[in-house]
């Protein structure tokens, strides 16, 4: 299984990135999928989830509201749109999915991908 994420790089404060992540080697219909981020000298935290059929996002209260995720079964892949960016979401962020739900703790994830670089300069 891999899960590829992408579309990382150098924002000014107050801008806009689109992260994706492309899976292969799992039935991604039938899979949760999640971003989550880890910022330089932190532990990482949970960005934002959603569930196999679309029935069920949740966000960190921290992104609530600036950043989007979403799916597409056909493509195999998730996005998150983030807007109105600020020097707090620089980070690594990396994608993740589960087979039954992203545990906002990040616990028992079946796979992580490898993480894209955000940076956010003030």
């Known amino acids: 299984v891999q899960l590829q994420a992408s579309g990382g790089g150098l924002v000014q404060a107050g801008g806009s990135l689109r992260l994706s992540c492309a899976a292969s080697?799992?039935?991604?219909?039938?899979?949760?999928m999640g971003w989550f981020r880890q910022a330089p000298g932190k532990e990482r935290e949970f960005v934002a989830a959603?569930?196999?059929?679309?029935?069920?996002?949740y966000y960190a209260d921290s992104v609530k509201g600036r950043f989007t995720i979403s799916r597409d079964n056909a493509k195999n892949a998730v996005y998150l749109q983030m807007d109105s960016l600020e020097p707090e979401d620089t980070a690594v962020y990396y994608c993740?999915?589960?087979?039954?739900?992203?545990?906002?703790?990040?616990?028992?994830?079946?796979?992580w991908g490898k993480g894209t670089l955000v940076t956010v300069s003030s």
């Open positions: 080697e799992l039935t991604f219909n039938n899979y949760a």
């Open positions: 993740a999915a589960d087979r039954y739900r992203i545990s906002p703790h990040g616990s028992d994830i079946d796979y």
């Open positions: 959603t569930s196999w059929n679309w029935d069920n996002t």
